[in-house]
């Protein structure tokens, strides 16, 4: 490397340094930054229904507050030809609540 080409780079690595010194101030310079706040846990509040009758897997279910009966049933898997009780599919149960899916009537 000739001494033309080693100043030109000798140049252009002084810029280069020159302008992140420049940007290392700038960052200091700036108010510092509050901390952020840890989120706030979420407590998820849980209800029991007992779901009963022609379904494959009776029983017991803890379903997270504001559930319905469609997410009831997804757990407890009506059989074939099941009738469902007379309750909206999206309405939120309440805890406590015993569900019986009938079976089909007989011909």
Do not use: C
């Not at 379904?55 to 997410?71: A, M, S, W």
């Amino acid at each position: 490397m000739d001494r033309r080409q080693a100043g030109k780079w000798l140049a252009i690595l002084s810029g280069i340094t020159v302008l992140a010194l420049a940007g290392q101030m700038q960052l200091r310079s700036q108010a510092p930054r509050e901390p952020i706040a840890a989120p706030t846990p979420v407590k998820i509040e849980w209800i029991e229904v007992t779901v009963r009758g022609h379904v494959r897997t009776p029983g017991r279910y803890r379903l997270q507050k504001g559930k319905t009966l469609r997410d009831a049933l997804k757990h407890a898997k009506p059989r074939a030809g099941a009738v469902l009780p007379n309750i909206p599919l999206d309405e939120p149960l309440a805890d406590g609540m015993a569900i019986f899916i009938e079976a089909p009537p007989v011909p």
